[in-house]
T-cell receptor, first 113, second 116 residues
Framework: SQKIEQNSEALNIQEGKTATLTCNYT??????LQWYRQDPGRGPVFLLL?????KEKRKERLKVTFDTTLKQSLFHITASQPADSATYLC????????????FGQGTTLQVKP | GAVVSQHPSRVICKSGTSVKIECRSL??????MFWYRQFPKQSLMLMAT?????????EQGVEKDKFLINHASLTLSTLTVTSAHPEDSSFYIC????????????FGEGSRLTVL
């Protein structure tokens, strides 16, 4: 069955450092991969989308890589700030264009001042 | 980004009663909306895909008679949890897709259901 793995342990880093979160998947060939941010008790907020034919995408302090051979995506936040503290979810979408996404369980990031 | 409003944000009900959750796309038309539930520290689990003007498509293992979904207009989808039980207590989140090409989903703020 399809499986998405994100590090379930919280990631603690110091302000100003780069945070790197990992998303691995098996038994799936996604057409695209998305990253969302979720704060406690709130709905997820879209951050970035990267397609299967793209290696890297950037948006301000965010960078996403997508390696379809390794079946892995890395999500980087450079110059991290305490306000970046949240849970980050990766989600995979298929080629059928139904819009359905499969979500990982998320990794909680804590940026300490 | 587009705005999806979900109401109520919190609801407490007695076991055996029904609860309706509304999901509205405020500034775009959503021909498709998705309903998820999320347990603490777990992933979002897709329950069903709601299509405007037609029946919802439910994921395997989701009881369609228990979780009634109605998508009567391009801006409103509702989820009714019928005969709620304590195990239905969860965080329910809806999302809408504004643009088929982008794949980006816009989520509501979620509804915390507690069944006593």
């Amino acid at each position: 069955s399809q499986k998405i793995e994100q590090n379930s342990e919280a990631l603690n880093i110091q302000e100003g450092k780069t945070a790197t979160l990992t998303c691995n998947y098996t038994n799936y060939s996604p057409a695209y991969l998305q990253w969302y941010r979720q704060d406690p008790g709130r709905g997820p907020v879209f951050l970035l989308l990267i397609r299967e034919n793209e290696k890297e995408k950037r948006k301000e302090r965010l960078k996403v890589t997508f390696d379809t051979t390794l079946k892995q995506s890395l999500f980087h936040i450079t110059a991290s700030q305490p306000a970046d503290s949240a849970t980050y979810l990766c989600a995979l979408g298929g080629s059928s264009n139904t819009g359905k996404l499969i979500f990982g369980q998320g990794t909680t990031l804590q940026v300490k001042p | 980004g587009a705005v999806v409003s979900q109401h109520p944000s919190r609801v407490i009900c007695k076991s055996g009663t029904s609860v309706k959750i509304e999901c509205r796309s405020l500034d775009f038309q959503a021909t498709t909306m998705f309903w998820y539930r999320q347990f603490p520290k777990q992933s979002l689990m897709l329950m069903a895909t709601s299509n405007e003007g037609s029946k919802a498509t439910y994921e395997q293992g989701v009881e369609k008679d228990k979780f009634l979904i109605n998508h009567a207009s391009l801006t409103l989808s509702t989820l009714t949890v019928t005969s709620a039980h304590p195990e239905d207590s969860s965080f329910y989140i809806c999302s809408g897709r504004r643009d088929r090409a982008s794949g980006e989903l816009f989520f509501g703020e979620g509804s915390r259901l507690t069944v006593l």
